[in-house]
């Protein structure tokens, strides 16, 4: 099971973390990607992590995900926010030895969290 929680209303600029926690099973093994979806948008990915890390071009040097073992949680650093990243914030995971998020990459990842929403409004 993966819960999703950090997401909040926020003003261009702002930052904020999500935080992916896993239970049932470690994510030691686990390639676990975060994807966002806005109203009337597909699912698109962000970031992924697994032995390697992956971004999407509009989040690269302002988003960084990163994995605490101890902890079993995966996280998403997001700094600068802008607007067109609102969206509702979902983390999947799958036992992946490398990542991807390139479009269509959802069917992938067999695990998915409940999302939570991230609003970027002055």
């Known amino acids: 099971q993966l819960v999703e929680s950090g997401g909040g209303l926020v003003q261009p600029g702002d930052s904020l973390r999500l935080s992916c926690v896993a239970s049932g099973t470690s994510l030691d093994t686990y390639a676990v990607a975060w994807f966002r979806q806005a109203p009337g948008k597909e699912r698109e990915g962000v970031a992924c992590?697994?032995?390697?890390?992956k971004y999407e071009d509009s989040v690269k040097g302002r988003f960084t995900i990163s994995k605490d073992g101890a902890e079993n949680t995966v996280y998403l650093q997001m700094n600068d926010l802008k607007p067109e990243d609102t969206a509702v914030y979902y983390c999947a995971a799958s036992p992946l030895p490398l990542c991807t998020v390139v479009p269509g990459s959802t069917g992938l990842y067999d695990y998915w969290g409940q999302g939570t929403q991230v609003t970027v409004s002055a």
């Open positions: 992590v697994s032995g390697n890390t």
